[in-house]
């Protein structure tokens, strides 16, 4: 069980700091990190990261499916995460 939380502690720190990277690269007119890696990485487990990274830095969120979507599945995967360890 412990594995599971790991893997989510892991996957969800690396969302977050993408999405912080992806912002700040905004910022400098830099090559982007592509929406489809965004949404990857918000599907293999790290929709909670991903979530609150885009509030956070304030980056996606005029986006409906971002803004929508990423919470949307943070919840599910929440919801899967609490259902298998307990």
């Known amino acids: ?24 690269k905004a910022e400098k007119h830099q090559y982007r990190i592509s929406e489809k890696t965004l949404w990857l990485l918000a ?11 885009m509030f956070l830095f304030r980056h996606k969120t005029k986006h ?11 919840i599910i995967q929440l919801a899967i995460v609490i259902y298998i360890v307990v």
Do not use: E, H, Q, V
């Not at 790991?6 to 993408?18: E, H, K, Q, R, V």
């Not at 599907?43 to 990274?53: E, Y």
């Not at 409906?64 to 943070?74: D, H, Q």
């Open 1 to 24: 069980m412990s594995a599971i939380w790991f893997y989510f502690l892991i996957i969800n720190c690396f969302a977050f700091f993408t999405m912080k990277r992806d912002k700040r």
């Open 64 to 74: 409906a499916s971002f803004r929508i979507g990423f919470p949307f599945l943070m």
């Open 43 to 53: 599907w293999i487990g790290g929709a909670t990261g991903s979530t609150a990274g």
